[in-house]
């Protein structure tokens, strides 16, 4: 429904006074941080606007009356698409009345909303449509951190030699995940892995139980690091021979949650040929001695279900069952305690009109894509704590299905993950300002060379001002042409000097990361007029070798301009102890299969392989002065765009060359 615009605010007070303890201003001042109310005539003019839109996107509502609409809202931008896949993909769908789109702050900074639209009609059709404006700018930016962070562990892990499984299981010894080299070992792939049984893996399901269960007993006795090596079943049939190392994982309140481990298939070793023929027998003569006391565990476990009834109903997490029309069946004490109600009264109640609407659409396809084939999600949304603040909730739920593979129940365990959510912002802010902090000290220690590069055209704007006072006072046309002639030199040694300082406040600004379309090109241009002193001062010859008419990138221009700045400043010390003849940095750019490569290449004294897999280490230096930060900074930097940033031996000479490879957008640069 659009929103009153002739009702009185102070009305609007006292109609809610009745339903105290809800506070009106706080709730107005809320809404008002992130929605705008606008109304368009047919020709999409503006002929209404809300004042929130001066918090919001910075511009006087009377200036906006009368023109195009898209030239706030819904404005050609390049992060459009990227908008609408991070929405689809990431964000769950939208009622089909809402539309995604970028908007233009009065700054220039881009922002993203969610428009929803009314018509407006009167006796002879539509008059006016009024819109509906809610800033999801932090959520956007959120997401695109979250894809950022996901694709460097996803790397870091898929990334393993093939012989080599990483693996997680819960509490129960079901697999929750299985990286994809399993494939290569056992022949199942990732998805055919999880939710498995992970006594299902080993070469004897009876006997991989009895393994789990003393991995567990030990576990919740304290041990840390459990070892195996044994045989396990390969999807064809046959036995592979691993070693096994795997660590517990423990909630919160200290319940046993699971394990993680890693596997190693060392079938071709000979030794572990006999260990296995070895482990095979004791294996058979321990299934022999075990009957009897499996099935005497058995009967203590049928006895032990009051104990653990009593688990579930004592823990902190919140567990509940529904039935799928939302129905509660069962809640334990710790979720009844969260809402300050008795269990019974909970029961029998839906849980759905708990989830905030803005989250009902993606919590409807979570539970959708719960399957017999994939019988569990986690996922998060928001629901209302019992004093009315908004909470984020983390749930695993898992469902339960008849024979014919229709939903019977689902069963949910879940906690309130608000303050995590809130620490992983803060972590983000410190991350930023700890970039900025890199620059500022980069820009101290060339404090000297900005200082010479801006005596230079300083000197040279001098002494043309003596010449061209010099040529007046004599007087004559040909001595006033060329007075003339000198304050044109003047002229632009004054902008040499503006530009060189603009590009140091630019360089040493604390701003957000706005992304934009960049040259590779003309930011390593920038970055070299930076460094120049630094590398006049280190006596380095630079060669060029730069690919015109390079692919446009994505990125932050101050951030890669950072990271390119440390390079050429590490590839200047890295030559110090070289001849001077010698000390020659070369810089390559290219494209290739929607890429960009640059390379940064010296002829230091190159790295020694013991030090090689410490280079992007935080706080590994060489140098005697050095904090060990800068190259940490230059990989974060380049994970941040999406890019990878590594370094290799030069096969011809001493030293190393740094390579940054960043995906293109498609459009060349003129």
Same mark, same amino acid.
């Given at each position: 429904?659009?929103?009153? %615009?002739?009702?009185?605010?102070?009305?609007?007070?006292?109609?809610?006074?009745?339903?105290?303890?809800?506070?009106?201003?706080?709730?107005?001042?809320?809404?008002?941080? #992130?929605?705008? $109310? $606008?109304?368009?005539?047919?020709?999409?003019?503006?002929?209404?606007?809300?004042?929130?839109?001066?918090?919001?996107?910075?511009?006087?509502?009377? %200036?906006?009356?009368?023109?195009?609409?898209?030239?706030?809202?819904?404005?050609?931008?390049?992060?459009?698409?990227?908008?609408?896949?991070?929405?689809?993909?990431?964000?769950? !769908?939208?009622?089909?009345?809402?539309?995604?789109?970028?908007?233009?702050?009065?700054?220039?900074?881009?922002?993203?909303?969610?428009?929803?639209?009314?018509?407006?009609?009167?006796?002879?059709?539509?008059?006016?449509?009024? *819109?509906?404006?809610?800033?999801?700018?932090?959520?956007?930016?959120?997401?695109?951190?979250?894809?950022?962070?996901?694709? +460097?562990?996803?790397?870091?892990?898929?990334?393993?030699?093939? #012989?080599?499984?990483?693996?997680?299981?819960?509490?129960?010894?079901?697999?929750?995940?299985?990286?994809?080299?399993?494939?290569?070992?056992?022949?199942?792939?990732?998805?055919?892995?999880?939710?498995?049984?992970?006594?299902?893996?080993?070469?004897?399901?009876?006997?991989?139980?009895?393994?789990?269960?003393?991995?567990?007993?030990?576990?919740?006795?304290?041990?840390?690091?459990?070892?195996? !090596?044994?045989?396990?079943? =390969?999807?064809?049939?046959?036995?592979?021979?691993?070693?096994?190392?795997?660590?517990?994982?423990?909630?919160?309140?200290?319940?046993?949650?699971?394990?993680?481990?890693?596997?190693?298939?060392?079938?071709?070793?000979?030794?572990?040929?006999?260990? @296995?023929?070895?482990?095979?027998?004791?294996?058979?003569?321990?299934?022999?001695?075990?009957?009897? /006391?499996? /099935?005497?565990?058995?009967?203590?476990?049928?006895?032990?279900? %009051?104990?653990?009834?009593?688990?579930?109903?004592?823990?902190?997490?919140?567990?509940?069952?529904?039935?799928?029309?939302?129905?509660?069946?069962?809640?334990?004490?710790?979720?009844?305690?969260?809402?300050?109600?008795?269990?019974?009264?909970?029961?029998?109640?839906?849980?759905?009109?708990?989830?905030?609407?803005?989250?009902?659409?993606?919590?409807?396809?979570?539970?959708? &894509?719960?399957?017999?084939?994939?019988? &569990?999600?986690?996922?998060?949304?928001?629901?209302?704590?019992?004093?009315?603040?908004?909470?984020? *909730?983390?749930?695993?739920?898992?469902?339960?299905?008849?024979?014919?593979?229709?939903?019977?129940?689902?069963?949910?365990?879940?906690?309130?993950?608000?303050?995590?959510?809130?620490?992983?912002?803060?972590?983000?802010?410190?991350?930023?300002?700890?970039? =900025?902090?890199?620059?500022?000290?980069?820009?101290?220690?060339?404090?000297?060379?900005?200082? =010479?590069?801006?005596?230079?055209?300083?000197?040279?704007?001098?002494?043309?001002?003596?010449?061209?006072?010099?040529?007046?006072?004599?007087?004559?046309?040909?001595?006033?042409?060329?007075?003339?002639?000198?304050?044109?030199?003047? &002229?632009?040694?004054?902008?040499?000097?503006?530009?060189?300082?603009?590009?140091?406040?630019?360089?040493?600004?604390?701003?957000?990361?706005?992304?934009?379309?960049?040259?590779?090109?003309? @930011?390593?241009?920038?970055?070299?007029?930076?460094?120049?002193? #630094?590398?006049?001062?280190?006596?380095?010859?630079?060669? +060029?070798?730069?690919?015109?008419?390079?692919?446009?990138?994505?990125?932050?221009?101050?951030?890669?301009?950072?990271?390119?700045?440390?390079?050429?400043?590490?590839?200047?010390?890295? *030559?110090?102890?070289?001849?001077?003849?010698?000390?020659?940095?070369?810089?390559?750019?290219?494209?290739?299969?929607?890429?960009?490569?640059?390379?940064?290449?010296?002829?230091?004294?190159?790295?020694?392989?013991?030090?090689?897999?410490?280079?992007?280490?935080?706080?590994?230096?060489?140098? +005697?002065?050095?904090?060990?930060?800068?190259?940490?900074?230059?990989?974060?930097?380049?994970?941040?765009?999406?890019?990878?940033?590594?370094?290799?031996?030069?096969?011809?000479?001493?030293?190393?060359?740094?390579?940054?490879?960043?995906?293109?957008?498609?459009?060349?640069?003129?």
């Amino acid at each position: 429904m659009p929103l009153e %615009t002739t009702q009185d605010p102070q009305d609007l007070e006292l109609s809610f006074a009745a339903t105290r303890p809800f506070d009106f201003h706080a709730w107005l001042t809320t809404w008002q941080r #992130e929605f705008v $109310f $606008f109304r368009v005539d047919a020709r999409n003019r503006i002929n209404y606007m809300a004042p929130s839109v001066r918090d919001i996107l910075g511009y006087d509502p009377e %200036t906006m009356l009368g023109r195009d609409y898209h030239e706030y809202f819904d404005v050609e931008d390049p992060m459009q698409a990227q908008l609408h896949e991070l929405s689809e993909r990431m964000m769950g !769908a939208e009622p089909p009345d809402v539309h995604r789109c970028v908007a233009r702050r009065r700054n220039g900074d881009r922002a993203y909303f969610l428009l929803r639209a009314r018509e407006v009609r009167g006796p002879f059709g539509v008059v006016d449509r009024e *819109m509906m404006g809610q800033d999801i700018t932090v959520r956007i930016e959120a997401v695109l951190s979250l894809r950022q962070s996901e694709r +460097k562990y996803r790397r870091l892990v898929e990334g393993l030699r093939s #012989e080599y499984i990483i693996y997680a299981r819960d509490a129960n010894d079901f697999i929750t995940y299985a990286s994809p080299s399993i494939q290569k070992v056992l022949g199942y792939s990732p998805d055919e892995a999880v939710g498995r049984h992970a006594a299902g893996f080993y070469g004897l399901e009876q006997a991989g139980q009895t393994i789990l269960d003393h991995f567990r007993r030990d576990s919740q006795a304290g041990k840390v690091v459990h070892n195996y !090596a044994g045989e396990f079943r =390969h999807r064809n049939g046959g036995v592979r021979f691993l070693e096994v190392q795997e660590r517990p994982i423990f909630a919160p309140d200290g319940r046993y949650a699971g394990m993680e481990g890693i596997a190693r298939d060392v079938t071709e070793a000979a030794a572990a040929a006999r260990e @296995i023929r070895e482990l095979k027998d004791e294996l058979e003569r321990r299934v022999a001695h075990r009957t009897e /006391q499996l /099935q005497r565990m058995n009967e203590e476990l049928r006895a032990s279900e %009051t104990r653990y009834r009593d688990v579930v109903e004592t823990q902190t997490e919140f567990i509940i069952r529904w039935r799928p029309d939302g129905s509660r069946t069962f809640v334990n004490e710790a979720y009844a305690r969260y809402l300050g109600r008795p269990a019974h009264e909970l029961i029998g109640e839906s849980f759905f009109p708990r989830v905030h609407s803005e989250d009902r659409a993606r919590f409807d396809d979570v539970i959708a &894509s719960i399957t017999p084939a994939h019988p &569990s999600a986690t996922y998060e949304v928001r629901g209302p704590r019992p004093d009315g603040v908004m909470a984020w *909730m983390q749930w695993t739920t898992r469902g339960f299905f008849d024979a014919d593979g229709q939903a019977v129940e689902d069963q949910a365990v879940g906690r309130d993950v608000t303050e995590l959510r809130e620490a992983a912002d803060l972590l983000r802010q410190k991350e930023s300002h700890l970039t =900025h902090l890199s620059r500022l000290a980069t820009a101290g220690e060339m404090v000297a060379g900005i200082a =010479h590069e801006i005596n230079q055209p300083l000197h040279a704007a001098k002494t043309f001002a003596e010449a061209a006072r010099r040529h007046l006072q004599a007087g004559g046309a040909e001595r006033i042409s060329t007075a003339i002639d000198c304050t044109t030199e003047i &002229s632009e040694a004054i902008s040499r000097t503006v530009q060189i300082i603009r590009r140091l406040r630019e360089f040493t600004k604390a701003k957000p990361v706005e992304l934009e379309s960049l040259d590779v090109n003309a @930011i390593l241009r920038e970055a070299l007029e930076l460094a120049a002193y #630094e590398i006049r001062r280190s006596g380095v010859a630079v060669r +060029k070798r730069l690919t015109e008419r390079l692919p446009a990138v994505y990125g932050d221009r101050v951030q890669l301009e950072q990271l390119f700045v440390n390079l050429l400043v590490n590839a200047c010390e890295a *030559m110090a102890g070289a001849q001077p003849a010698e000390r020659l940095l070369t810089i390559r750019t290219a494209a290739a299969d929607g890429l960009v490569t640059a390379q940064i290449q010296d002829s230091g004294c190159g790295l020694r392989e013991a030090d090689a897999h410490r280079l992007f280490d935080a706080f590994y230096t060489t140098k +005697k002065e050095g904090m060990g930060m800068g190259l940490s900074l230059c990989k974060s930097i380049a994970e941040a765009h999406g890019a990878d940033l590594r370094f290799e031996s030069n096969p011809d000479g001493p030293g190393l060359t740094f390579i940054l490879t960043l995906p293109t957008s498609g459009a060349p640069f003129a």
